[in-house]
């Protein structure tokens, strides 16, 4: 199934009545007619089709039109009621999750949709703890690996008061800011080790910053920023904007 455009409450509501039956012979034939005369339409109604099948085939329908016609009168019908209460909330619970997701994406703005498609945290340093002055270092690169960001932060903002320019603290404190969505923090960091261009993190540091750009809705700023990158991903994304 392709990823699903943003479906209006409208078109749901369409599109539920005529998997229900709910339309008389007049409005079914025209609705078809609607379907084959627009593309975009008939995508959309696929897509939703092969989501309400997930529904349907657990019979949640069913139980929807039990749940809406039964009149409790007795013990059993109290617990056939619960039972019906349960499924109508689990469909709905299942169609928020899954249409939820497709509008949140395609409602992100172009910067957001790049963002979540290219950012992954650094992989972080071997971890191979060779020496004792590194130990406190290298320990924290384990934490981070682990995704424990904050305790990696922690431990290498200690270790910065004694190094506050070295580019291999601020990249990796940048990025673990990043990885817990702090882009202030991240920006901030990340902007120290930009300045150094002899740094191994140099064209790293600017591509996390480009991210950070496009999030921010700072298409040129992020071009800037990817263009003095010039890795092999930051050049891929800012082909795709040609």
């Not at 990043?178 to 902007?191: G, H, Q, V, W």
Request: net charge negative; proline share 3%.
């Amino acid at each position: 199934m392709s990823k699903p455009k943003y479906i209006s409450q409208e078109q749901q509501e369409t599109f539920e009545r005529f998997l229900m039956g709910h339309m008389n012979a007049r409005e079914q034939e025209r609705f078809k007619i609607e379907l084959e005369a627009n593309a975009e339409l008939k995508t959309q109604f696929e897509d939703f089709e092969s989501l309400f099948s997930v529904i349907e085939e657990t019979a949640l329908r069913d139980k929807l039109d039990e749940f809406h016609n039964a009149i409790p009168t007795s013990d059993i019908d109290r617990a056939k009621s619960r039972k019906s209460r349960f499924y109508l909330v689990a469909a709905s619970v299942t169609i928020f999750l899954l249409f939820g997701s497709f509008w949140f994406f395609n409602r992100q703005t172009p910067g957001e949709k790049i963002y979540t498609k290219y950012f992954t945290p650094d992989p972080g340093l071997p971890t191979v703890m060779g020496s004792a002055k590194d130990y406190e270092f290298y320990e924290a690169m384990v934490d981070y690996k682990q995704e424990n960001y904050k305790t990696a932060i922690s431990k290498w903002k200690v270790l910065l008061k004694d190094k506050p320019e070295n580019d291999t603290l601020n990249y990796f404190l940048g990025v673990s800011h990043l990885a817990t969505e702090d882009l202030s923090n991240a920006s901030f960091y990340l902007e120290k080790v930009k300045d150094i261009e002899r740094s191994a993190f140099y064209k790293d540091a600017n591509f996390y910053l480009g991210l950070i750009q496009f999030k921010a809705g700072n298409i040129e700023g992020a071009k800037k920023a990817l263009r003095d990158s010039d890795s092999d991903v930051s050049r891929e994304i800012l082909k795709t904007l040609e």
